[in-house]
C-alpha cells in the first residue's frame, strides 16, 4: 500500500506561480512512477506530469510544457510540482497519484490517489 498527500493548493491571480507537494508512505519504491492529474467539475481527470522514481525522467502534458516542473526529493519521497505563468484554465483539483502503468499519461494505470488540493486562478 502507498499512500499519498497533496499539499500547496490555494489561490493566486494570473501569471502567479504555486508549488505542489506530494508526500509519499509506504511500499512507493514499488511503484515505478508518480504522476500529477487534475479535474474540473464535471470533467474527466486529465494529465498533467510525470516522472519515474527512479532516474528521474519527466513527461508532461501540452498544455502545461514550459510552465510546470515536476521533480522529486528522494530521500523525503516527495513529489514536487512547481506551476508557473499560471492561467485562469489551470483552475482544478490537483491530485498526485503513484503506479507503474502501461501508459504513462492514463489514469488507469495508478492505483494509488491522494485527497486532491484546490488550485484557483483568477484573472
Known amino acids: 500500500q502507498v499512500q499519498l498527500v497533496e499539499s500547496g493548493g490555494g489561490l493566486v491571480q494570473a501569471g502567479g506561480s504555486l508549488r505542489l507537494s506530494c508526500a509519499a508512505s509506504?511500499?512507493?519504491?514499488?511503484?515505478?512512477?508518480v504522476g500529477w492529474f487534475r479535474q474540473i467539475l464535471g470533467k474527466e481527470r486529465e494529465f498533467v506530469a510525470a516522472?519515474?522514481?527512479?532516474?528521474?525522467?519527466?513527461l508532461y502534458a501540452d498544455s502545461v510544457k514550459g510552465r510546470f516542473t515536476i521533480s522529486r526529493d528522494y530521500n523525503q519521497d516527495t513529489v514536487y510540482l512547481q506551476m508557473n505563468s499560471l492561467k485562469p484554465e489551470d483552475t482544478a483539483v490537483y491530485f498526485c497519484a503513484a503506479g507503474t502503468p502501461f501508459r504513462i499519461m492514463s489514469r488507469n494505470g495508478y492505483p494509488y490517489w491522494g485527497q486532491g488540493t484546490q488550485v484557483t486562478v483568477s484573472s
Open positions: 509506504g511500499r512507493t519504491s514499488s511503484n515505478r512512477y
Open positions: 516522472i519515474a522514481w527512479s532516474g528521474g525522467s519527466t
